[in-house]
């Protein structure tokens, strides 16, 4: 064979193999183009009938707009299975508990989600008005928490709305309640302020507990005068504050003269009683010396005289006294040694 022919059918069969290889490459990226599309639309599928719910949720199934099923925690589901099931509206709607991996009928049973923790509502500060007509700029919290996702879904709908709900009831019993004190009481007097805002919990608790939604505490970050009734406000504080002080001093002063005139009685009743004891020792002593006196005069006369003259002599005379006396004065009998 020609050599010249023999090099050009080794290069015909050598091109030949070059463009095969290209058209194998094609062949085998359409073949995984289309398993990846099997797989992408099998996940697909297969979400369409499945959910999950996560540690932080609570979730609602509807069917056709109607709840047909409500996830939970195990924690609030027993109160949510009797509230549901007190309700002829959700009679037929089934409660479960738990987290995780869940089952739907895809494209008619829709799921929606909704937060099981805490959540916090900032109010904006607004004006309110006190007992003694003036103008606080008060700017509280509240912190709520979704109670019941079925009611909540069906009265409220989402959380912008229930914080426009919270706020309107907020606003509007605070403002009740901050109008029957005055401004003093409301910056100063915490405890009371703590029993209003308890008062103020319970009652929206009683008004939105039926929409889903419970309180768990209201707070005031910050209460204030505005700047044009600061200086006559803190003036009336400084009265207020003064007319205290005067008053402690005076009750103070007060329970000083009623201590000090109860001492004062006590002191002299334990004197009376005392001169009453000494009055009825010396007493006693006496009766006791004249029994003494008594017997031993009775026992030897004579000598008793003599005792008590020697006593009488000892008492007025010493040795510079002259005594000019009667020889028979009693009292002389015996320096005259009769």
């Known amino acids: 064979m020609n050599p010249f022919h023999e090099f050009k059918q080794a290069y015909n069969e050598q091109k030949k193999q070059k463009q095969q290889v290209p058209g194998k490459l094609i062949g085998f990226l359409k073949s995984l183009g289309v398993i990846a599309g099997a797989v992408i639309v099998l996940i697909i599928i297969l979400s369409s009938f499945m959910f999950t719910v996560g540690e932080r949720e609570q979730v609602v199934i509807t069917q056709f707009e109607e709840i047909v099923r409500v996830i939970v925690d195990e924690d609030s589901y027993e109160a949510i299975s009797a509230e549901l099931k007190g309700n002829p509206r959700f009679a037929n709607v089934k409660i479960q508990k738990g987290r995780g991996l869940f089952f739907k009928i895809p494209l008619i049973q829709q799921v929606k989600r909704f937060p099981n923790q805490l959540l916090t509502y900032d109010t904006k500060t607004e004006e309110v008005f006190t007992l003694d007509k003036k103008t606080i700029m008060l700017d509280n919290y509240a912190q709520w928490r979704i109670s019941n996702p079925a009611l909540f879904m069906v009265s409220i709908g989402n959380i912008s709305q229930a914080n426009q709900r919270i706020d309107e009831f907020i606003y509007s019993k605070m403002r009740e309640e901050i109008g029957k004190i ?17 008062n103020v919990e319970g009652y929206i608790n009683s008004q939105m507990e039926a929409m889903g939604i419970r309180i768990m505490d209201i707070r005031i970050k910050r209460t204030e005068y505005p700047d044009a009734t600061k200086p006559s406000i803190y003036e009336q504080m400084r009265s207020e ?9 005076a009750d103070g002063q007060k329970r ?5 005139a109860e001492a004062q ?3 002299t009743v334990i004197e009376a009683q005392a001169y009453e004891e000494a009055q009825k020792i010396r007493g006693e002593g006496d009766a006791e ?10 026992i030897d006369p004579e000598f008793y005289s003599f005792w008590e003259t020697l006593k ?9 006294t002259t005594i000019i006396i009667d ?6 009998r015996y320096l005259f040694g009769e």
């Open 327 to 332: 020889s028979g004065s009693p009292f002389a």
């Open 289 to 298: 010396a004249l029994r003494i006196y008594a017997e031993a005069y009775n």
């Open 256 to 260: 000083a003269r009623t201590i000090t």
């Open 241 to 249: 504050r003064q007319a205290v002080a005067t008053q402690y001093r």
């Open 265 to 267: 009685r006590k002191a």
């Open 182 to 198: 005055d401004a003093f009481t409301l910056v100063a007097d915490k405890d009371y302020v703590y029993n209003m805002l308890q």
């Open 312 to 320: 009488a002599y000892s008492s007025v005379i010493d040795e510079d």
